[in-house]
């Protein structure tokens, strides 16, 4: 679990192995913290680390979507900081320049893992 901004984010475990009980893949968006307490619990799991070509450039994003605060976005930018610095700790970095292009190359690894017995294969 994690706040943001006063909200909180997080997936139940029972929601996990329900999906993955049916003999499906299950993927998380998550950011880095949860992502490590996933791989803590599942150490099989396959992490995708998915970020703007800057700093500069996600800024530039947030605040044209003009959804949060000036505070907000400033929360935001910090833990977006931190974060970048953890993306290579990830098994896959997928920047995302280009749209078209970002989820071509997810799909492509999301399919490499999933490989041909219909989930995602343990490491």
């Known amino acids: ?11 139940l475990n ?5 999906i993955l009980a049916s003999g499906k893949s299950c993927i ?11 791989e803590e619990i599942r150490p099989e799991t396959v992490s995708i680390f998915v970020g703007a070509p800057s700093f500069g450039e996600l800024e530039r994003r947030l605040r044209e ?8 976005i400033g929360e935001r930018l910090a833990l977006a900081r ?4 953890e ?9 995302n320049d280009d749209l078209e292009r970002a ?4 799909e492509r690894v999301v399919n490499r893992e999933i490989g041909a017995a ?3 294969p343990a490491r």
């Open 1 to 11: 679990m994690v706040y943001v901004s006063g909200q909180r984010y997080g997936t």
């Open 14 to 18: 029972a929601e996990v192995d329900r």
């Open 28 to 38: 998380l968006e998550l950011e880095t913290q949860g992502a490590r307490a996933v």
């Open 65 to 72: 979507r003009a959804t949060e605060s000036a505070g907000e």
């Open 82 to 85: 931190r974060q970048m610095e």
């Open 87 to 95: 993306a290579s700790d990830f098994d896959y970095v997928v920047t």
């Open 103 to 106: 989820v071509s190359e997810l």
């Open 118 to 120: 219909g989930t995602i």
